[in-house]
C-alpha cells in the first residue's frame, strides 16, 4: 500500500479536493434556499453556507446525523426568534427530499446500464428498515403526549412547508442540488484518476455507491473500511477491469482520510470563527454612540 500512496498524482488529488468543497457549497446553498422560503427572518448566506461546510466536516468524523447536529447548532445562534432549531432540522428533512429523489434517479440510471449495488433485501438491511420505522412511530406518540413535543415537531412541520409547492422547489432547490451531484461525480473522478485507477463512468458511480453503502455503519471510521470491502469485491465484476484489491483499499482509504483531514479542519477553523464572532459584544445605537463621542474626545 505505500508503493501506490506514493506514486498518486497530486494534480488530481487537489482538483478532486477542490471540486468536493465547491459540491459542499452547492448543496449548503440549496439548503439556504430552503430557509429563506420557510423562515420569516432567514440568515444571511455566508452564515448558512459556513454551518453547511463545517457540519460536512464534523459528518466526516462522527456521522451524517452528527453533522446535522452541528449544522443547526451553528446556525441556530445566528438566527433570533425561539424553536429556530426545530425549524432547521425541519428545512433540513425537506432538502434530504430533494436529495434523496436525486440519488433514487442516479440509482436508476446505473441499474439501467448495468452498474449497481446488489438492490435485493437482507436482514440488515430489514433491521435499518424496521429500526427506523419505530424511531418514527415513537416520535410522533411522544409528540402528541407532551406539549412541547407538539411544539417541536409543529416547528419542524414548518420548516419542511418548502416541500408543499414542487415547482418552487424544482426552481429553487433542486438547480444547486443537481449541480452538487455533478461536481461530487467529478470529484470522484479526479480521486480514480490521482490513484492511477479507471476513471469510468461505471467506476464513479460504483465507488458513490460503495460510499452510500458504508454510511449505513453510524461510525465513520468504522463505514471507510465496509465501504472499502464493498468497493473491492464488486470493482472488478462491475467495470470489467481488474485491479489489486490493495490498490482500491489504497484508494477508498486514502481519499476518505484526505477529506476527513481538510474537512476537520475546515470544520474548526469555521467554528471557531464562529464563536469568536459570537463573542464579540454587540453594540446598540446608544452604545455606538457613547462609544464614537469617547473616541472623539480623546483626540488631541
Known amino acids: 500500500m505505500p508503493d501506490v500512496v506514493s506514486g498518486l498524482s497530486p494534480g488530481w488529488l487537489a482538483l478532486g479536493v477542490v471540486l468536493h468543497l465547491a459540491n459542499q457549497v452547492a448543496r449548503g446553498l440549496g439548503w439556504f434556499s430552503v430557509i429563506r422560503t420557510t423562515s420569516e427572518a432567514p440568515p444571511r448566506r455566508r452564515d448558512a453556507l ?37 425549524l432547521l432540522t425541519g428545512t433540513l428533512v425537506a432538502e434530504a427530499a430533494g436529495e434523496t429523489l436525486l440519488g ?48 417541536f415537531f409543529t416547528r419542524v412541520k414548518t420548516g419542511c412547508s418548502a416541500l408543499k409547492c414542487p415547482k418552487t422547489y424544482a426552481r429553487h432547490v433542486l438547480p444547486w442540488q443537481l449541480l452538487s451531484r455533478v461536481l461530487r461525480l467529478a470529484a470522484l473522478g479526479c480521486f480514480l484518476a490521482a490513484f492511477h485507477l479507471p476513471a469510468t463512468f461505471a467506476a464513479v458511480l460504483l465507488v458513490t455507491f460503495a460510499q452510500c453503502s458504508g454510511r449505513l455503519v453510524p461510525f465513520s471510521p468504522a463505514s471507510v473500511g465496509a465501504g472499502a470491502a464493498i468497493l473491492a469485491a464488486s470493482f472488478g465484476p462491475v467495470t470489467g477491469q481488474y485491479v489489486p484489491a490493495e490498490q482500491l483499499a489504497a484508494f477508498f482509504i486514502g481519499t476518505s482520510t484526505v477529506l ?15 464563536a469568536s464572532a459570537n463573542a464579540r459584544p454587540k453594540l446598540d445605537g446608544v452604545g455606538r454612540f457613547t462609544r464614537i463621542r469617547a473616541a472623539m474626545s480623546t483626540r488631541p
Open 104 to 151: 433514487l434517479g442516479l440509482l436508476t440510471l446505473a441499474l439501467g446500464i448495468g452498474v449497481g449495488p446488489d438492490v435485493s433485501p437482507d436482514a440488515q438491511t430489514g433491521l435499518i428498515v424496521a429500526a427506523t420505522l419505530l424511531t418514527l412511530t415513537g416520535a410522533v406518540l411522544l409528540g402528541r403526549r407532551h406539549p412541547k413535543s407538539r411544539r
Open 50 to 86: 459556513t454551518a453547511w461546510v463545517a457540519g460536512a466536516g464534523a459528518g466526516g468524523v462522527v456521522s451524517a446525523r452528527g453533522g446535522d447536529a452541528v449544522r443547526v447548532l451553528l446556525l441556530a445562534r445566528r438566527m433570533p426568534g425561539r424553536g429556530t432549531r426545530a
Open 260 to 274: 476527513t483531514v481538510v474537512g476537520t479542519a475546515l470544520a474548526l477553523i469555521l467554528c471557531a470563527t464562529q
